[in-house]
């Protein structure tokens, strides 16, 4: 490992507060750079692809990491994933999240469901609206064999450095409003604005590994 990695995450993690957890987002980077980090006692990896996922769960199956799933989720991934991931942090609107209880019901695992909300227009990604989500919250909150933990959100693209700190705070207050202790917010441009506005997992990618050496989209 070039002792850069190990530098930006303890960097990293002498800057978060107690209560933000790091996920670092390993799509993109090889196993060897994964194993390095578990090794210094990361826990969490974050994933957005099932294809590249697997191969490097299958070499890192010897260490004990939590993998989370924070790829958009197609329907028709909803089994492989909820088999190969503890905590997925994508579920985009209540027919996916009824799919995701009944398949995990069926394979007999729980994982831990954030619900993706979106709180700005942004045509390029998925989300539950609040009054929407609210509206279903009674369902969703009863789903059997799927644990609703939080709520993740993303500040779109063009989304004005002055309103991210909103946003989050938005997302923050609905998740304290339904009763959830968790909110995936922020990234490796705007993982400072998500942490004062009480981001309890913060997905970095570049931050920590540096660029991406294969192209990985980011999440649509
Ligand atoms: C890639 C990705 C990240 C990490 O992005 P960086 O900007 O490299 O930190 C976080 N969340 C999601 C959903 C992603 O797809």
Redesign the pocket.
Same mark, same amino acid.
């Given at each position: 490992m070039t002792s850069s990695l190990a530098e930006r995450w303890r960097n990293l993690r002498e800057e978060l507060p107690a209560s933000a957890r790091l996920?670092a987002?390993s799509?993109?980077h090889p196993s060897s750079s994964i194993r390095a980090l578990a090794l210094l006692g990361q826990r969490a990896f &974050?994933e @957005?692809r099932l294809q590249e996922a697997l191969p490097k769960q299958n070499d890192l199956a010897d260490l004990e990491i939590e993998w989370h799933f924070?790829?958009r989720l197609q329907s028709n991934k909803v089994r492989p994933v909820v088999k190969a991931f503890s905590v997925i942090?994508?579920v985009d609107s209540l027919e996916l999240a009824r799919r995701v209880s009944r398949i995990a019901s069926e394979e007999e695992v729980s994982p831990s469901v954030l619900l993706q909300v979106k709180l700005r227009p942004d045509p390029s990604k998925g989300g539950f609206d609040a009054d929407h989500l609210q509206n279903v919250w009674a369902e969703l909150s009863t789903l059997p064999a799927m644990r609703v933990v939080g709520l #993740?959100t #993303?500040a779109p693209f063009d989304c004005p450095v002055m309103d991210r700190r909103a946003l989050f705070s938005e997302c923050r207050h609905l998740a304290d409003h339904l009763g959830l202790p968790d909110c995936?917010m922020g990234? @490796?441009?705007d993982?400072r604005d998500a942490t004062a506005a009480g981001s309890t997992w913060l /997905?970095? &990618? @570049? %931050?920590?590994?540096g660029? /991406?050496p294969v192209s %990985?989209? %980011? #999440?649509g």
């Open positions: 996920l987002v799509k993109g &974050g @957005s924070i790829g942090h994508s #993740m #993303m995936s990234m @490796s441009g993982w /997905r970095l &990618g @570049s %931050a920590l590994f660029a /991406r %990985a989209p %980011a #999440m």
